[in-house]
């Protein structure tokens, strides 16, 4: 019995090597008591092959055992008017405490937000954010203030708005500004990721324009580095740079304050259907697009060196987008295919082949869109590390990612600090050139909301020729309490203006119920 062997008993299975295994393995032979005392043999060796042999085979990681799960019924939010757009977006934005999405609405484009504890119904007067005169396309929380929300439309318009502390009772069609700069509709809205007001848009007019919120400028304005229409627009870790996707098949690395392109790639994935592409913490762009044979893949690139992909890995032949959410404190993508009824998930590591992946949750029903909740948005204590809000066509459904722990204690391993609200520059701090990491918290109690900042724009004067140097320093000095008596009557008549506008949507809505009633009688008389 010298040297490496294995022995098939009655007991089942075990292996034996040199020295001190293999005596013990004579031992028992000669005297049969490996049949009837099996366990105090293998204690031993389950010890030493694990260590020795099983540690080489299987990579270590947290997150092998990702369990997923949908809530109860009773969590699900129901009669939800989906807009059916060809637009590959979201649908939808989340954060921690309020749920938004876009909805089907006559005359216009809206959206509605829920807190996340009213689940249930939704009742078709629910107050809706209606400003728009075009459908939605996009919408975005900020993420240094949980009660300001950015919307995109086909309206060729960006309006930024203030949501109550206590929700809307009537609909809310006044934004704290808009931003108009676009010729044509605005599919994108990206908050910057460290600097507060800074709002990034883009549209099918191939442009890219960075706004200050505060002043309701735009300040910087891509509007020549592409060719064709931007799929996607990613900011990086400490928002210096942005990645994008386009139709004619490229991914870009885009200094946007130098306005040059700092890494280009063509063909990142030479199949005809619409591209993402994303940063990681790391400084590497990870994308998903479709091959020539129309095969899913996922890519991982580094943006010194595009020649050729860290890592490429084919999925499947379904024709659905991927879009990719990413949690850059555990380093995992999820990916989640549009009309798709799964989410897989993979972990980047450093290790070959980079790209690992974990499992994938599956469900019945496909979905139309999907929400991703902000970090500090979880629930620790249920070793909670994503939330998911999937879409159908009249419901959402709350899916919960865990990894199962018995203990109780806070999980240091699984909740690094992690990027809290407060912004780590301000606009114009960034405009001039400055970077800052976001600044983290810790999770260990939970997260603690504070104050918000209410949002606040102060209009430029346009007749003002300072230099732009002094751009800082003027914006600082301007007195908010002078105000010119002519602006004060301006500001009365554009308040009566819209209040009037108001009254006339509600009693073409209130016309628009009436016909509809009308309608059903009708039919109901000639049936």
Known sequence: LYGPGFFLGKSGFFCWAEDFFCSIACFFSVTSAFFYAPSIFFWPLSHFFWKDTIFFLVRQSFFWHVFGFFLKNDHFFYDIRVFFLTWDSFFCAVNPFFFAIIIFFCGGGAFFFLPLHFTGRIDKSYPTVCGH???????????????????????????????????????????????????????????HPTARNVLLSAGCDNA???????????LINLDDMHSDMIYNVSWNRNGSLICTASKDKKVRVIDPRKQEIVAEKEKAHEGARPMRAIFLADGNVFTTGFSRMSERQLALWNPKNMQEPIALHEMDTSNGVLLPFYDPDTSIIYLCGKGDSSIRYFEITDESPYVHYLNTFSSKEPQRGMGYMPKRGLDVNKCEIARFFKLHERKCE???????????LFQDDLYPDTAGPEAALEAEEWFEGKNADPILISLKHGYIPGKNRDLKVVKKNILDSKPTANKK?????????????????NEAKLDEILKEIKSIKDTICNQDERISKLEQQMAKIAA
């Open 473 to 489: 320093c003027d914006l600082i000095s301007v007195p908010k309490k002078t105000t010119d008596t002519a602006s004060v009557q």
């Open 133 to 191: 005169t075009g459908p939605v396309l996009d919408i975005d929380w900020c993420p240094h203030n949980d009660q300001v929300i950015a919307s995109g439309s086909e309206d060729c318009t960006v309006m930024v708005w203030q949501i109550p502390e206590n929700g809307l009772t009537l609909s809310l069609t006044e934004p704290v500004v808009i931003l108009e700069g676009h010729s044509k509709r605005v599919g994108i809205v990206a908050w």
């Open 398 to 408: 709350p899916i919960i990612m865990t990894v199962p722990r018995k203990s109780d």
């Open 208 to 218: 890219i324009i960075i706004w200050n919120v505060g002043t309701g400028e735009a």
